[in-house]
């Protein structure tokens, strides 16, 4: 069974880099059916989504956090991470990683959403 | 941009309702629809994916509807496990709902 553990620092200070990691137990990155995400909650707030990394390469973001968040793979260690730079108190939350299945049959696409997540990392941005 | 509305964004119930969870797209997307489960200090959980599937291990109470700008989820007989907040997101751009809490009347 699948397993994902998020890591780093849990303060930030602002301006800096927020920089996280995701470590996958229990099965491949490299799954083409595989996307792998970042997803983000402030203190009593709702669900954000920041951006997603497939083994193949591709991302995509959030366009609000595009300017700022990078999120790569690195498939010797089964991980992902997630760097966004120029950190504030916004950007106080805990952090969720997570793995969304999609196929392909055709031209046409097939999501199965998130179905595996971590437990979550609180990070504070404060000086 | 796509940004979904969830309604309402509180729900009080009793053990044994009906509950019927709203999610509105501002413009269409097919049925790229997911809904989740968040307990304080946990996870989301996938419930329903597709607009319509039950995710597996998810109870047959849950169920999803709709296509387009509309969806819904239904909880047919709500369970002391069940109180928790719920969130729409669009599962191919991925923004999320608001969220609904839904909590013991």
């Known amino acids: 069974q699948v397993h994902l553990q998020e890591s780093g620092p849990g303060l930030v200070k602002p301006s800096e880099t927020l920089s996280l990691i995701c470590t996958v137990s229990?099965?491949?990155?490299?799954?083409?059916?595989?996307?792998w995400s970042w997803t983000r909650q402030p203190p009593g707030g709702g669900l954000e989504w920041i951006g997603y990394?497939?083994?193949?390469?591709?991302?995509y973001y959030n366009p609000s956090l595009e300017s700022r968040a990078t999120v790569s793979m690195d498939t010797s260690k089964t991980q992902f991470s997630l760097k966004l730079r120029s950190a504030t108190s916004a950007d106080t939350a805990t952090y969720y990683c997570?793995?969304?299945?999609?196929?392909?049959?055709?031209?046409?696409?097939?999501?199965?959403?998130?179905?595996?997540w971590g437990q979550g990392t609180t990070v504070t941005v404060s000086s | 941009d796509i940004q979904l509305t969830q309604s309402p964004s509180f729900l009080s119930a009793s053990v044994g309702d009906r509950v019927t969870i709203t999610c509105r797209a501002s413009?269409?997307?097919?049925?790229?629809l997911a809904w989740y489960q968040q307990k304080p200090g946990k996870a989301p959980r996938l419930l329903i994916y597709?607009?319509?599937t039950l995710q597996n291990g998810v109870p047959s109470r849950f169920s999803g509807s709709g296509s387009g700008t509309e969806f819904t989820l239904t909880i047919s007989s709500l369970q002391p496990e069940d109180f928790a907040t719920y969130y729409c997101?669009?599962?191919?751009?991925?923004?999320f709902g608001q969220g609904t809490k839904l909590d013991i009347k």
């Open positions: 413009q269409g997307i097919s049925n790229y």
């Open positions: 997570a793995r969304e299945t999609v196929t392909m049959v055709g031209t046409r696409y097939f999501y199965y959403g998130m179905a595996v």
């Open positions: 990394v497939h083994s193949s390469g591709s991302t």
């Open positions: 597709g607009a319509s």
């Open positions: 229990g099965g491949p990155v490299t799954s083409p059916v595989h996307y």
């Open positions: 997101q669009q599962i191919n751009s991925y923004p």
